[in-house]
């Protein structure tokens, strides 16, 4: 302007360079976008014009969820030498209503939720019990916390301590390791891989003692769809975003074939879960109505998980580091199911389509599947076989028999009072 004479060159002097007003604008789902993204079948029309893509992504429960984990890592994630979260938001059906693969998708796109594989620890362990429970026990069966050793694997419990004779509901909501262990032997590991495969886990599973205690390693979608599982009574539960192209169709569709079979064990899994929340390893994570959950922490701290549902919401939680390093002893029951119920305490006050009472999902199918009558429990594999008196029965039901009494010489047995308390 002074070259052309528009501005005297002494007015210049005082004058600051114009720079242009940018409003930011606030991004959020970007997570959510790049799965949706990979996850596009586009219909073969032979027309290459844009196409619109309705999803069942949910503004509301995102924000919700990235504030969530951002409130709770903010303050308590370097003390605990914690740096990273994911979780899964989802409806019973499967469908995704929200996605956090991290803290910051400007810094990382890696996608925490979908990408990453990490070792699930004790969350897995309700494959174990679906197992078990398949091969004839009960929440109100009879197991015994004691120390064991299958082929020279020592699995040893948080804390160290041994607890003796329990009820089944008592050592999931504890999160018993030595009783997993000896249900998933008893059981065999076989039909603990397929009771996971049938609720939708598809990564390398493998027959080791180690397999009851989640060693192997799983996504948090494929997880979080598991529990969903449970919830809705009827498994396979499909992981899916895409409600329609074109023109918007507010319910859309699971994939074909989930929600094929019916979930026949559902009401003693809901028992077990609620007893986590209610009064075991995931107090932390309870809500004003009822909830249901699991905790999970992996070795020497490096993952630590809370998977949980209440009403027609089902959500997974992942804390850990991406290089695995240990987290300062960060388990599913503290920092997981703090961002769990921060999340979940605001979403079932503003979710306008949040229903409190479990509800079967009209588009499955969810039709009775023939028993497998080779998941059997093992008693031969165990000290303890079955109490008799006079001739052998005809049949027994799990509730009725101790497939784990406890052996030990009385000596090393907890002492046990009038009403069959335990003393230590």
């Known amino acids: 302007m002074v070259s052309n004479g528009k501005l005297a ?11 242009p007003l940018s409003k930011a604008t606030e991004s959020i789902g970007s997570y959510y976008a790049d799965w949706v993204a990979k996850t596009i079948d586009v219909p073969r029309s032979g027309d290459y014009s844009p196409l619109p893509v309705y999803t069942s992504f949910d503004p509301a429960p995102q924000r919700l969820a990235e ?27 499967g469908r995704v209503l929200a996605m956090v693969g991290g803290r910051d998708h400007d810094e990382s796109q890696f996608n925490r939720a979908v990408q990453s594989l990490r070792q699930p620890g004790s969350s897995f362990k309700l494959f174990v019990y679906l197992a078990a429970l398949r091969g004839g026990l009960t929440p109100n069966s009879t197991v015994v916390d004691r120390p064991i050793s299958v082929g020279g694997y020592e699995p040893k419990n948080f804390g160290h301590r041994y607890r003796g004779a329990m009820r089944l509901r008592s050592a999931f909501a ?26 939708g886990i598809t990564t390398p599973l493998k027959a080791r003692p180690s397999l009851a205690l989640g060693a192997f390693e799983v996504t948090l979608l494929e997880l979080t769809s598991a529990y969903a599982a449970v919830n809705a009574g009827a498994y396979p539960v499909k992981p899916w975003a895409i ?33 986590t929340v209610e009064r075991g390893s995931g107090r932390g994570a309870r809500l004003p ?3 249901y959950g699991k905790t999970g922490t992996s070795q020497d701290y490096r993952d630590a998980w809370f998977m949980g549902f209440a009403g027609n919401l089902v959500v997974g939680v992942w804390v850990g580091n991406d290089d ?32 409190r009472k479990l509800q079967k999902v009209a588009a499955f199918r969810a039709k009775t599947r023939k028993k497998d009558r080779s998941v059997k429990l093992a008693a031969s594999k165990l000290e303890a076989k079955p109490e008799r008196k006079g001739r052998k029965p ?12 406890d052996n030990r010489p009385p000596r090393n047995r907890d002492r046990r009072g009038l009403f069959g308390g335990l003393f230590r």
Do not use: C
Not at 9 to 19: C, F, L, N
Not at 176 to 199: C, F, G, H, W, Y
Not at 394 to 405: A, I, T, V
């Open 324 to 355: 695995s390093s240990p987290m300062n002893r960060v388990t599913g029951g503290s920092l997981p199911a703090e961002i769990w119920a921060t999340f979940m305490r605001e979403a079932i006050k503003s979710d306008e389509d949040f229903k």
């Open 289 to 291: 109505i009822r909830a």
């Open 394 to 405: 005809k049949g027994f039901r799990g509730e009725d028999l101790d497939f784990f009494r």
């Open 67 to 93: 504030e969530a984990v951002e409130k709770v890592l903010a303050r308590q994630g370097k003390a605990r030498r914690a740096s990273q979260a994911a979780m899964v938001v989802m409806r019973p059906d």
């Open 243 to 275: 409600t329609g192209f074109e023109d918007a169709d507010t319910n859309g569709a699971p994939p074909k074939k989930a929600g094929l079979w019916r979930l026949t064990e559902q009401k003693h899994l809901l028992t077990l879960l609620r007893g």
């Open 174 to 199: 504890s999160s018993i390791n030595t009783v997993a262990v000896q249900l998933s032997e008893a059981v065999r590991r076989k039909p603990v891989i397929k009771a996971a495969r049938d609720l």
């Open 9 to 19: 060159a002494k007015r210049r002097e005082g004058v600051e360079p114009a720079t």
